[in-house]
């Protein structure tokens, strides 16, 4: 069972940065792909990004690509995502979420955990 938290959700600006946390319980993180997902209201959960349990892989969806960047510290147990030139439509519920591989998914279904999710608001 590995539990996640995620931080660091916020009020910004548009064009302002934010660097959200997700801390994983659990003494075997490494061998977890990871992933960022958001949910806007009225809209279905979308993949935002996803790095491989090493860390030596990252994939990004198409809105993101170019201003977001995820990375890990498996010493650390916590995976990151780093936003910046942030855009009104970025306005979500960040979730990360965990898959017991070492490679991650870009769908909901390949994840086996997630977190209670944080907010994230840019202003026009």
């Known amino acids: 069972q590995v539990q996640l938290v995620e931080s660091g959700g916020g009020l910004v600006q548009a064009g302002g940065s934010l660097r959200l946390s997700c801390a994983a319980s659990g003494r075997t993180f490494s061998s977890y792909a990871m992933g960022w997902f958001r949910q806007a209201p009225g809209k279905e959960r979308e993949f935002v990004a996803a790095?491989?349990?090493?860390?030596?892989?990252?994939y990004y969806a198409d809105p993101v690509k170019g201003r977001f960047t995820i990375s890990r510290d498996n010493a650390k147990s916590t995976v990151y995502l780093q936003m910046n030139s942030l855009k009104p439509e970025d306005t979500a519920v960040y979730y990360c979420a965990a898959k017991r591989t070492v490679l991650p998914g870009t769908t909901t279904r390949a994840y086996d955990y997630w977190g209670q999710g944080t907010q994230v608001t840019v202003s026009s």
């Open positions: 790095i491989t349990a090493s860390g030596g892989s990252t």
